[in-house]
């Protein structure tokens, strides 16, 4: 059975930090993994999708990282700022089904 | 282009009552998806459409839930009788079908949800 493990579950950094947020999962058959942010009371918003041939994705301070092998994915944020708190959740696609983390709850402090 | 759209964004009803809300997905995303997400928790899969036919609903509690795509659009899913433990927020999304998975465009979009609470 999949599951999708994100650490940490909680993070509070000053602004301007890069960060990292982690994300594995324990079965490499994955089609495409996402990584999605969702503010408070709002729904999902789909950041970047890496399909399982891919090793990285990038969409302006962001950069998501693929390792099949090894089960892991990671959300490099760069220069971080007051606008980038939210909960950021990634998913595996697998059997036409996303399998979900828990989210991490990103902080930055001004 | 146009986002997924949900009605009602909020909704208060006491238990025993019954629900309903509307999703309107992407043109031309052949799937389409309700999840419920608790508190502090990834989304939970609740209903997957193809078109207009349904492809897992295996997690849906089919004696208060039910959900329907006519004319594989727009969807709605009710909950009667409401019990406390549905309190939650229901997120509609839609994608591609999954034939298309290798498109740089597939991927998948969320509308605002619908939180409900159960009194």
């Known amino acids: 059975k999949q599951e999708v493990t994100q650490i940490p579950a909680a993070l509070s950094v000053p602004e301007g930090e890069n960060l990292v947020l982690n994300c594995s999962f324990t079965?490499?058959?994955?089609?495409?993994l996402q990584w999605f942010r969702q503010d408070p009371g709002k729904g999902l918003t789909s950041l970047l999708l890496?399909?399982?041939s891919q090793r990285e994705q990038t969409s302006g301070r962001l950069n998501a990282s693929l390792d099949k092998s090894s089960g892991r994915s990671t959300l490099y944020i760069a220069a971080s700022q007051p606008g980038d708190s939210a909960t950021y959740l990634c998913?595996?696609?697998?059997?036409?089904?996303?399998?979900w983390g828990a989210g991490t709850k990103l902080i930055i402090k001004p | 282009e146009a986002g997924v759209a949900q009605s009602p964004r909020y909704k208060i009803i006491e238990k025993r009552q019954s629900v309903a809300f509307w999703c309107n997905p992407i043109?031309?995303?052949?799937?389409l998806y309700w999840y419920q997400q608790i508190l502090g928790q990834g989304p939970k899969l609740l209903i997957q459409f193809q078109n207009n036919g349904v492809v897992d609903d295996s997690q849906l509690p089919k004696d208060r839930f039910s959900a329907e795509r006519l004319k594989g659009v727009d969807s709605t899913l009710k909950i009667q009788p409401a019990k406390l433990e549905d309190s939650a927020v229901y997120l509609c999304?839609?994608?591609?079908?999954?034939?298309?998975?290798?498109?740089?465009?597939?991927?998948?979009?969320f509308g605002s949800g619908t939180r409900l609470t159960v009194v």
């Open positions: 999304a839609s994608s591609l079908s999954p034939w298309d998975r290798g498109s740089p465009n597939y991927g998948y979009t």
């Open positions: 079965d490499s058959a994955i089609y495409n």
């Open positions: 998913a595996v696609e697998r059997n036409y089904q996303l399998i």
């Open positions: 890496i399909q399982s």
């Open positions: 043109s031309g995303h052949a799937t």
